[in-house]
Nanobody, 116 residues
Framework: QVQLVESGGGLVQAGGSLRLSCAAS????????MGWYRQAPGNERELVAR????????NYADSVKGRFTLSRDIAKNTVYLQMNSLKPEDTAVYYC?????????WGQGTQVTVSS
């Protein structure tokens, strides 16, 4: 079992920045993946960025490459999503996700709203 506690999010103007945090209840390197998804109204949940501990690799959605950065603090079992140059189309509920063998865990979600 993995508990995920998210923080961050809020309202920002286009071009601004926000940082999301997600603390896991166990070591990140015990997981298959840990990262962020988002869901806008009327849309399906989509991958934003994901860290794969086994190969120390991070994947990004094409729509956020060059603007968003996923980082991690291993000692705190925490991943961060630094979001720069935000656009109105980035408006969504952002969910932290962790995957282990046979299980998928989600945070409670945090709203990010980007005004034009």
């Amino acid at each position: 079992q993995v508990q995920l506690v998210e923080s961050g999010g809020g309202l920002v103007q286009a071009g601004g920045s926000l940082r999301l945090s997600c603390a896991a209840s166990r070591n990140i390197f015990s997981l298959n993946t840990m990262g962020w998804y988002r869901q806008a109204p009327g849309n399906e949940r989509e991958l934003v960025a994901r860290f794969i501990p086994s190969i120390s690799n991070t994947n990004y959605a094409d729509s956020v490459k060059g603007r968003f950065t996923l980082s991690r603090d291993i000692a705190k079992n925490t991943v961060y999503l630094q979001m720069n140059s935000l656009k109105p189309e980035d408006t969504a509920v952002y969910y932290c996700q962790a995957k282990s063998i046979g299980s998928n865990y989600w945070g409670q979600g945090t709203q990010v709203t980007v005004s034009s």
